[in-house]
C-alpha cells in the first residue's frame, strides 16, 4: 500500500471510530492497532482520555496490540481517573503486553484498590514481569496492604476468599525481598 492510500486510510479509520455503527467501530479500532506506528498511537492515546468507555476500551485493545510503551503512562492516568473505576479492566489489560517494570506501586494499588476484573489483570502483571523496585516501595505496598485489611471497604473483592487470597499471595512474594 502506498503512504498516500495509508494516510487515507487512516483517517477514515479516525472517523469511523466515533461512528454509531458499533461494527464499523470495533473494526476500525482493531485495523488502527494493526497499522500503528507514531500517528495512530497518539490518536489511540487521545481515545482513552474519552469519557466513552466503549472507545476507550477499544482504544485500550488496540494499543495492547501495538505493545508501544509510549502508552504505560496513559493508559495509568486513565486507569486511576475516579470516573474510570468501575469501566477500567480493559484498559488494565492492555498493560499487561508492555514493560512495567517500573510501576511496581502502581501496579499493586490496582490490585487493591480497583475492580476484580482489573485484579486479575493486574496480579497477571506481577506474576509475569520482573519489576525493578525499592525497599521504600515495598513498605509502601506493605501499608496500602496494611490500609486494605483496616479498612475492606475500599478494597473490592476483600470479603471474597478467592480475591483476598490472590491479593495476599502476591504481596507476600514481593514481601520475602524485605527478609533478605
Not at 91 to 111: G, R, Y
Amino acid at each position: 500500500m502506498t503512504d498516500d492510500k495509508l494516510k487515507i486510510e487512516i483517517e477514515q479509520l479516525k472517523k469511523d471510530v466515533f461512528s454509531n455503527d458499533w461494527e464499523l467501530v470495533k473494526s476500525s479500532a482493531n485495523r488502527l492497532g494493526q497499522i500503528g506506528g507514531d500517528e495512530v498511537v497518539d490518536f489511540l492515546i487521545s481515545l482513552i482520555a474519552l469519557d466513552n468507555s466503549d472507545i476507550r476500551n477499544r482504544a485500550a485493545l488496540a494499543l495492547e496490540d501495538i505493545k508501544d510503551n509510549r502508552t504505560l503512562e496513559p493508559l495509568l492516568t486513565a486507569i486511576f481517573r475516579k470516573e474510570n473505576h468501575n469501566y477500567n479492566g480493559t484498559m488494565v489489560f492492555a498493560l499487561e503486553s508492555l514493560d512495567c517494570s517500573q510501576k511496581l506501586k502502581e501496579i499493586f494499588k490496582i490490585l487493591f484498590f480497583e475492580t476484580y476484573e482489573s485484579k486479575i489483570s493486574a496480579n497477571a502483571i506481577l506474576f509475569d514481569q520482573i519489576f525493578d523496585f525499592t525497599q521504600n516501595d515495598l513498605l509502601e505496598i506493605d501499608q496500602m496492604w496494611k490500609d486494605c485489611k483496616s479498612n475492606p471497604e475500599k478494597c473490592p473483592g476483600y470479603d471474597d476468599d478467592e480475591t483476598r487470597e490472590m491479593m495476599q499471595k502476591a504481596v507476600d512474594g514481593f514481601m520475602s525481598y524485605l527478609e533478605q
